[in-house]
């Protein structure tokens, strides 16, 4: 069975000038066509980001690849090439896919609830008026006009 990387070539780059950029989007096994179906899966679900409204979006078929082209505002166009490639040698192949880590043992949780507080008796009514005189102390002064 083959490996396929997938690649993404684009221009990267704005007021320095453009340059290519060349990125693997990922590694799939399988045979040419499964490896082009699941490119062309990427490639209907890519979404360049651009900061501009996209106004047409065109892809097209070329070899073991896809041609998009994005035209965005006042006619600037923007293009993505995708490919499926062959790894036909790497000197450092990624490792292997680890075992899947076997369920946890379940752990006790402690609780977070508090203890009920013991029931209190009510306090006793209160006697609001207790500290509140009879007769105010600046009630018949004289001296308050």
Do not use: C
């Not at 006790?108 to 008026?129: C, G, H, I, N, T």
């Amino acid at each position: 069975m083959a490996t396929w990387g997938l690649l993404l070539e684009r221009n990267i780059g704005e007021r320095q000038g453009l340059t290519w950029s060349v990125g693997v989007m990922e590694h799939v096994e399988g045979t040419r066509e499964e490896a082009l179906a699941l490119l062309r899966e990427r490639v209907d679900g890519f979404d360049p980001g651009l900061f501009q409204a996209v106004r047409r979006r065109v892809v097209y078929r070329e070899g073991d690849g896809f041609l998009v082209i994005v035209e965005v505002r006042f006619g600037w166009h923007r293009h993505y090439r995708f490919r499926a490639v062959e790894v036909v040698s790497d000197s450092a192949p990624p490792p292997p896919d680890p075992e899947p880590p076997s369920p946890p043992e379940p752990v006790p949780v402690p609780s977070r609830r508090r203890p009920a507080p013991a029931p209190q008796p009510p306090p006793p009514p209160k006697d609001w008026d207790a500290d509140v005189p009879d007769r105010p102390a600046w009630l018949g002064r004289d001296d308050l006009t």
